[in-house]
């Protein structure tokens, strides 16, 4: 059996070089024990938010949302069935950048923000997109184009009543997300309240402690930011995202 690693890289470089490449990609992970959770035709096996209007929608064999759902409440997208423990794979892009400046700090290993020495967070304007991966029904690993990479668990991090070596351990190792316009593969595995994530093959959270993770419960895809009402144009931390090569593996 190969090992994870060079499983998913080859699946990645297989995907992006061939025509053929979702033939071949379904027949390794099929090899290797994984359910296909995207068809690549339709959102069948997914819930689209109620009142969505089309937002969320395949185009050309991907999952591809453009951060308008028109649904109220909830506009994230669903996987129809839940799960329990897991490996993920996903492969993700932002197809470009809200209309609006974001403010980006920089997160620190500890997971505090960077300050100045007046002790005000740093937070230089800069195009942002942003999206996430919702695990069992809530747990979010952020999708965006932060310096300090994807990967990051934001509630964990930034829940200062937990330990240190905890909210340290929501903060990615690194940064290797390719740059907006390509393809990113993510790699999630979960067990009970602990999630390691893969970035384009590296490990960029180890093991980290989800305190409060459900039992199980649906995988979702992120919609974040969406229209301003007073400029009638995308926020800048908009979902401007699309998702393909979706495979899990219950374990």
């Not at 995207?38 to 991907?62: E, Q, R, T, Y």
């Not at 423990?85 to 290993?109: A, M, Q, S």
């Not at 300090?148 to 200062?160: A, H, I, M, T, Y």
């Amino acid at each position: 059996m190969k090992n994870l690693k060079s499983l998913i890289t080859s699946v990645f470089i297989i995907f992006i070089s061939s025509s053929a490449g979702f033939s071949q990609a379904k027949c390794i992970f099929q090899e290797e024990g994984f359910t296909q959770l995207f068809n690549g035709k339709n959102l069948a096996g997914w819930k689209a938010p109620d009142g969505d209007n089309g937002h969320w929608s395949v185009i050309n064999g991907v999952i591809d949302y453009d951060a308008r759902s028109e649904a109220e409440g909830d506009k994230n997208l669903w996987s129809e069935k839940e799960y329990n423990d897991f490996t993920l794979h996903v492969e993700w892009r932002f197809k470009g950048y809200g209309d609006h400046l974001f403010k980006l700090p920089t997160i620190l290993p500890s997971g505090e923000y960077l300050r100045d020495e007046e002790g005000k967070i740093i937070e230089p304007l800069g195009p942002n997109s942003d999206s996430g991966i919702l695990l069992k029904g809530a747990g979010q690993t952020n999708l965006w184009c932060w310096s300090v990479g994807s990967g990051e668990l934001w509630s964990v991090r930034n829940n200062k009543d937990l330990p240190a070596e905890t909210r340290a351990a929501a903060v990615p190792s690194s940064n290797q997300d390719n740059p907006v316009g390509f393809w990113n593969a993510f790699d999630i595995t979960v067990k009970g309240e602990f999630i390691t994530i893969k970035n384009n093959g590296i490990v960029v959270i180890n093991n980290a402690f989800y305190p409060g993770l459900n039992i199980e419960g649906p995988i979702g895809f992120q919609h974040h930011g969406g229209i301003d009402a007073k400029t009638g144009k995308l926020k800048g931390a908009s979902s401007l995202v699309q998702f393909r090569n979706v495979w899990i593996k219950e374990l």
